[in-house]
Nanobody
Framework: QVQLVQSGGGLVQAGDALRLSCAASGLTSGGYVMGWFRQAPGNFREFLAAILWSDGKTYYTDSIKGRFTISRDSAKNTLYLEMNSLKPEDTAVYYC?????????????????WGQGTQVTVSS
């Protein structure tokens, strides 16, 4: 059973940087995709970025390209989201997620395992 435990997040000012972490356990093979999503009040859960655990190939949604970076440390089984130049509209609960297999990686419904979520609040 895959378990994901998130850390990081908090209250920052516009323009600040923040790093989220997601420690994974139970990954039995390299065939996982891990992703970051966020959900603001009243909104659907939004795809941000994904990474193929095996080779580190990354995917991003256009709205965060150039500001956010997804990465992983395979030795530590940890996923990261480095967020720079944060804006008030980045305020949301952020989730990491994992799925086995590489199809439909942009859809939240395709992911089987989820972290507990962490609040990121960006003040103006």
């Amino acid at each position: 059973q895959v378990q994901l435990v998130q850390s990081g997040g908090g209250l920052v000012q516009a323009g600040d940087a923040l790093r989220l972490s997601c420690a994974a356990s139970g990954l039995t093979s390299g065939g996982y995709v891990m992703g970051w999503f966020r959900q603001a009040p009243g909104n659907f859960r939004e795809f941000l970025a994904a990474i193929l655990w095996s080779d580190g190939k990354t995917y991003y949604t256009d709205s965060i390209k150039g500001r956010f970076t997804i990465s992983r440390d395979s030795a530590k089984n940890t996923l990261y989201l480095e967020m720079n130049s944060l804006k008030p509209e980045d305020t949301a609960v952020y989730y990491c997620a994992a799925r086995e297999g590489y199809i439909n990686i942009f859809s939240p419904s395709a992911y089987e395992y989820w972290g507990q979520g962490t609040q990121v609040t960006v003040s103006s």
